[in-house]
């Protein structure tokens, strides 16, 4: 099907195409029994130059876009959930808010890091600050020279393996007032103040570490804020706007899976038989095919243009309500699609020696992490109304307090 892909695009995921099914297809298995971080694979990909794609030439990357990032992403995902998502938050993410706001110096640092193979980790979710993310407790204090961060933050992805963490904290100045909500960056070094203080024992993603993370006294230089020029106060909605590229790469990841699990069970119904004729013959699985098909494709054609649009004002991102509309459609799609590719296998989708179980407990998450998908019908209800949508029971007003609750 022609979708509107230039020869260089069709090229790059044609080589990603080769090296996922090379390269990735192999280990993935195992990457999920064991639960470990697959460092071959990320010297792989950095020297097949899939990682730090989409960083500016001057800074060692390729200058793509976040499309051809896409494209890759798409093709590691049929393979391996877990590379797809080192691909997404090498090119897109914190990697991407750092390249929109960040100074020379700290443009620099993070494109080395990912350039070198580090997957820098985004902390925001806090056990009582999760789809409220302005519930957060976690303080930057300022000191001079230096931040002073406290908290603990949890469902951190790469937490013990990321070096460069975008860490989101509450702002106080030298006199205690309250700033509003800042990102910082942090490298984690031994005996620094950033601590992982639990790995989390997740249903899929089994070989990405998703953990907590504990701040104590963790010291940032302030050259380190990354502050968009709207400053502190302002700057946190342009900082999670910087999402946006990450929600269409989660969006991306969970369609690939399908892409994978429907290619499998294709395959499967012209072999396998049953009543003497494959079962590709029966029209209750060509139905299903069919309904699969289609969701994929929509799910595909959304997320391609999210990737392709640009938000309001000149922004770096993409577009927030297609980013938005594509993450939820084809987050639940790819459920819905790997669930009936399971199907199509009988028991032997339900064994462990084939990869659609581990497909249908990967593709799970993706209605969850980096936005559920009921916030993000509440973000795409607000833009459609064009209003904003406050949700505290007395509006913008702040949480009461526990006493004033009670009485
Ligand atoms: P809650 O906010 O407690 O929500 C519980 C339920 O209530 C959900 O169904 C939610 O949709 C619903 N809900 C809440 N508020 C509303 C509302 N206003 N309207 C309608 N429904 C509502 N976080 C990071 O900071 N960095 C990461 O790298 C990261 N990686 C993750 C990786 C994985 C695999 C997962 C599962 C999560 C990750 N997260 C990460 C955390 C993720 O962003 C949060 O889980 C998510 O924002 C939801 O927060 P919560 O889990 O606390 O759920």
Redesign the pocket.
Known sequence: MDIGLSNDEIGLQRRARDFSQGVVRPRAAAIDRDAEYPWDIVKALGEAGFLGMTLPKALGGQDLSFLDAVLVIEEMAKSCTVTARIVVETNMGAVSTVMAYGTEAQKKLAAKLVLEGDKP?????EPDA???TTAMTTRADRRGDTYVINGK?H????AGVSRLHLIFARVFDERGEDLGIGGFLALREVGKGLTVTKREQ?MG?RGMP?GELTFENLEVPAAMALLPPSGFRRGFADLMNAYNSQRVGAGTVAMGIAAGALEHALEWAKTREQFGRPIGEFQGLQWMLADMQTQLTASRLMLYAAARSRGPDGSAFPDPMLAAQAKVFASEAAIKIVNDALQFFGARGYSRELPLERMARDVR?FT????????LR?LVASKMLGWKLP?TRDGYAPKPSMRDAAE
Not at 368 to 375: M, S, Y
């Open positions: 980790a985004i902390c925001i979710t999760g789809s409220d933050k469902w951190i992805t790469g997740t993603l998703e998450m969850i992490g980096g936005g559920t998908a009921q916030v509440t949700q």
